[in-house]
């Protein structure tokens, strides 16, 4: 456990009633938060304050508080899920803050994801863009093949273990300036070129996710790298060059 | 004769199955598309339910209180998941997978629906692997397992420490599948809030949408129950802070009966509570116990030193510790099942050797182990004579490449390196073997009305193994309903879709309307978690690891006196018509703090320890076994069904005898 003392912190978080509302930062003094707590809990502290006095708490999504679901997001002093490396915002614990810290909290930023309240946003784009093909298309019927009938390299299990374990938060795109989601994207469809099972739909898989990728309004790539940064992850940036050869390949084939 | 007909079909367990799926009555798939099903939850039981019935034909409406499918408390699932494969040919069957759970459930559980589930659980990985789920593999290329608490093979199947993550993306990619084909519809973000039945029947749910307010009908030929298991009522535990009973207390109230709500799995290897500030507990995987062994000093003075933070564990010598489970449990050691392991830690920490400073932890230590994997590693790399430093560094390469994640999320929160001094864990809430009580095809008391996955009893009895949920979640939702819910639905091709503006429907929309609006209207002086949090308490101290008749009466005093306050003095803040998160958790908790009331209840009646259930008037006196819990096979070998009458704690009981017919009733030993 921490030796550090309890500490008094500034917090200025965005405020937005809605979807339609303007919003904007308002301050929140908060008093004797351990550092020994998650940030989450810190605002759990806050919000109790919040409805002792009468006022509404501030939203967020957050739920496993395990780092896995992918539900918690925001941005804090200019970081996706804050300071922290390879953690999510609910893993961030506030011994990584001093007495006081004045600490920014906002919503994700991006076309794609509007404010639905405070600092929620919606992501179901990038849902749409896991059902646009984001899947191997074989029936649940449990007649398939036995599961060591295809032996699989050890190397390219764990490769596509480690691509898989994207959980959809969105850091990616709230870091990169251009809002892009090809780090998002990528991750499912290098997962699936690595597995023989995902082989025979590789070429329509990219280019329907890429299509839909585009007409969600995500923004182009430009290699600055930003999202594999701040991926709490640690979503590698070569799945997005395994996606540009797929989508390369995909696209020739087509034409010819 | 009770009203229980758990419509077990006939003849020899390793037949049943097969014969009552050639049995049963099924739709025709033209006549698929004119039935709707309403399925409630996403994790790893709805979703493959969802998507294997879309594949089927049916229209399927699914609903989830996340943002996404992909967020459902399945999601975090660690260890892994159980299947009779013998990929390692260490003599597993279908036979022993369905022993060891009967065994670990304590003899709490159906025989017929637990063959059923070790008989489709090689389906589940053959499935999974289809769907591109990258399990672990060895260097062959094939599947790798481990072992978990309670059994003696290796059946367990897992993809790092993030099992239920990777299932439940290849469940969710299954439902996008059909969500992309117009099959599935899905309601994200909605809540279920109650269960329209027209004539006796199932026939549709009033939900809200969470982010308008919005209060909305859905109607359907079948609604199906997958929204998870009760733990929150604790309020710690190691649930989701958003996994909750309101769905499956809905249809409770609606006739479903409420089956064994008592039986609650307390996970031994969870990071203990460090302060009033905590919202949830973390579990650390059972694999863990694969390699670590759990101590406490043997001596009071270096509990006392440690304490007052004058002592290192790590400066004790080996003769002065006691790992305690390998004393008592000589058989299975560190891997006997949850339930037993719990109480072991409760009693050193009860007996003062507790060795954090709420006097409530013990200790996990990988010292062995990454001497052990140091020493072989040298061995294979050729090193002779490796130095010390040399063989820990090793040892440590090996531990973190087994259990990474799970020591990085330890460090996070902890601030302590866990492959340097040992790691403190305690036992917390963390599954619910309890829940709606379902026949053989699923089915509740309700007709039409469907549980599966957590939020149903079956499978478990009194004590769930470790990796098994996954199993039944997965094997409910692909292999089971999709098939028995036709059974049902054949007698319904020719009703036609239902409206939504009976009375039935409008009534229940008026209620559910009415209750929000008094959950606003009462402007109290608490907030809801003041209320959770004081719930919480009581189930802990008066109905958790260790019960009595006494502390039980007084639970449920108590908690109908929480739930009187609640609705006197609960504040709520914001409007119903809005996104409102405080509404949302004002409605679960209080549900919760009903059925709180019947748990305790249920725990009262059953004068027996078994399982999870640990009553401290029932113990063996003497013998091999003294101290250990003490079953009674002849007063309460049946499933406790309760039928809701209006106040929780006065449901009436209804039995299903337990029949043993394949396994011989035995009092559990893991010495
Ligand atoms: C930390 C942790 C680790 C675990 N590790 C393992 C393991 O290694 N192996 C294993 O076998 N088991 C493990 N378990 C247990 C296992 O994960 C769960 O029992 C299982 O995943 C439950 O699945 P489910 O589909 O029944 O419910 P859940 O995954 O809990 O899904 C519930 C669904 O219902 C929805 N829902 C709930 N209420 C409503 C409502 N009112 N309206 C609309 N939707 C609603 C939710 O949105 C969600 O989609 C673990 C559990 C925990 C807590
Ligand atoms: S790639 Fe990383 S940052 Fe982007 S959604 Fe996935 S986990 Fe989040
Ligand atoms: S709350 Fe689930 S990842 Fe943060």
């Known amino acids: ?256 | 004769m009770s009203i229980l007909d758990s419509k077990v079909p006939e003849g020899p367990i390793k037949d049943k199955w097969t014969k009552h799926k050639n049995d049963i009555n099924l739709v025709n798939p033209a006549n698929k598309r004119h039935i709707d099903i309403i399925v409630v939850g996403t994790g790893l039981a709805g979703g493959s339910a969802a998507a294997s019935l879309a594949e089927m034909g049916y229209n399927v409406k699914a609903f989830a209180y996340q943002d996404s499918p992909r967020r459902a408390h399945s999601i975090a699932a660690q260890g892994g998941i159980n299947a009779a494969k013998n990929y390692q040919n260490d003599g597993d069957s279908n036979y022993r997978l369905f022993y060891d759970t009967v065994k670990g459930g304590d003899y709490r559980s159906r025989e017929a629906n637990v063959y059923r589930l070790a008989e489709v659980s090689g389906n589940i990985i053959d499935q999974c692997v289809a769907q591109g789920v990258p399990f672990a593999r060895e260097y062959g290329g094939l599947l790798d397992n481990r072992s978990f608490g309670g059994v003696l093979v290796s059946r367990t199947f897992y993809a790092k420490g993030q099992t239920g993550q990777q299932l439940l993306l290849g469940a969710y990619s299954a439902m996008n599948r059909q969500i992309g084909k117009g099959k599935i519809t899905m309601y994200n973000r909605h809540e279920m809030l109650d269960l329209v039945k027209i004539d006796g029947k199932a026939r549709g749910i009033i939900a809200r949408d969470l982010v308008t307010g919005k209060i909305e009908k859905h109607s359907a030929h079948a609604v199906v129950i997958a929204s998870g298991g009760y733990g929150n009522v604790f309020f710690l535990s190691t649930n989701a802070m958003g996994s909750n009973a309101t769905a499956a207390w809905k249809i409770h109230k609606k006739g479903a009966f409420f089956a064994n709500p008592c039986y609650t799995q307390i996970h031994p290897t969870c990071i203990p509570r460090s302060g009033d500030h905590q919202s949830k507990l973390t579990l650390m995987s059972e694999s863990l116990r694969n390699d670590g062994r759990i101590w406490v000093p043997k001596h009071m003075k270096d509990v006392e030193a440690i304490r007052a933070g004058k002592l290192k564990p790590t400066e004790i010598e080996e003769e002065n510790r006691d790992y305690y489970l390998e004393r008592r449990y000589p058989a299975f050691g560190n891997l006997v099942p949850r339930d037993v392991a719990s109480r072991a830690a409760k009693e050193r920490c009860d007996a003062g050797y507790g060795v954090n400073a709420t006097g409530e932890a013990v200790y996990l230590d990988f010292k062995s182990a990454i001497n052990r994997y140091g020493n072989e590693k040298a061995h294979v790399l050729g090193i002779h004579n490796p130095s010390d430093a040399k063989i820990i560094e090793l040892g440590e390469g090996v531990i973190e490449a087994k259990y990474g994640n799970l020591f990085q999320m330890y460090e996070k929160i902890v601030d302590q390196n866990p492959y340097k001094t040992p790691m403190m864990i305690y036992p917390a809430v963390h599954y619910t073997m309890g829940g709606i009580w379902v026949d053989y095809n699923l089915m509740t008391t309700v007709p039409g009305c469907y549980a599966i996955g957590e939020a149903n009893f079956s499978d478990h009895g009194a004590n769930r193994l470790g990796a098994s949920a996954l199993m039944q979640g997965l094997a409910d939702g692909y292999f089971v309903l999709p098939y028995t819910i036709g059974d049902y639905l054949s007698n319904e091709i020719r009703t036609g879709e239902i409206p939504t503006d009976s009375k039935e429907f409008n009534d229940a929309e008026k209620e559910v309307s009415d209750r929000l609006e008094k959950l606003v209207n009462i402007k109290g002086t608490k907030s809801v978690d003041y209320f959770h949090k004081k719930l919480g308490l009581i189930m802990w101290n008066n109905a958790g690891m260790a019960r009595n008749a006494t502390e039980l009466k007084e639970a449920i005093d108590k908690i109908k006196a929480i739930r009187e306050e609640f609705w006197k003095d609960v504040r709520v803040s914001g409007s119903t018509n809005s996104f409102n998160p405080e509404l949302v958790k004002a409605g679960r908790v209080a549900d919760f703090l009903e059925l709180g009331e019947l748990f305790a209840r249920d725990a009262l009646d059953r004068n027996e320890s078994c399982g999870g259930h640990f009553r401290e008037e029932s113990v063996e006196l003497d013998g091999e076994q003294k101290g250990e819990a003490k079953r009674d096979d002849v007063n309460y070998k049946y499933v406790a069904a309760w039928e809701f009458t209006g106040e929780p704690s006065e449901a009436i009981l209804h039995k299903e005898e337990l029949e043993f017919n394949d396994i011989e009733l035995k009092q559990r030993s893991y010495k």
């Open chain 1, 1 to 256: 456990m921490s030796e550090k003392k309890d500490m008094d912190l500034t917090l200025k978080i965005w405020r937005q009633k809605d979807a339609q509302d303007k919003g904007q930062m308002v301050n929140y003094p908060v008093k004797s938060i351990s550092p020994d707590s998650s940030f989450l809990e810190m605002l759990d502290v806050l919000n109790e304050d919040l409805v002792n006095k009468g006022d509404e708490p501030v939203a967020f999504d957050h739920d496993c508080r395990e780092g896995i679901c992918g539900m918690c997001s925001l941005y804090i002093n200019g970081e996706a899920h804050g300071p922290d490396r390879k953690v999510t915002t609910c893993q961030l614990h506030m011994r990584k803050f001093k007495d006081g810290d004045t600490i920014t909290i906002e919503p994700w930023r991006a076309n794609a994801f509007p404010v639905l309240k405070d600092l929620v946003v919606d992501r179901s784009s990038f849902d749409r863009i896991q059902q646009a093909g984001g899947f191997i298309s074989v029936n649940t019927s449990g007649n398939t093949q036995d599961a060591n009938a295809i032996p699989i390299s050890k190397i390219d299990a764990d490769n596509a273990m480690d691509a898989a374990t994207c959980i959809g938060c969105g850091a990616c795109v709230a870091t990169c300036k251009n809002a892009s989601a090809m780090l998002f994207v990528s991750a499912k469809v290098a997962q699936f070129s690595l597995l023989p099972q995902g082989k025979v739909e590789r070429k329509e898989r990219v280019l329907n996710m890429v299509h839909q990728m585009d007409l969600e309004g995500f923004g182009n790539c430009t290699n600055t790298g930003a999202c594999e940064v701040e991926c709490p992850k640690g979503i590698s940036l070569e799945n997005i060059a395994i996606m540009n050869t797929e989508y390369l390949k995909a696209s020739i084939s087509k034409k010819a």
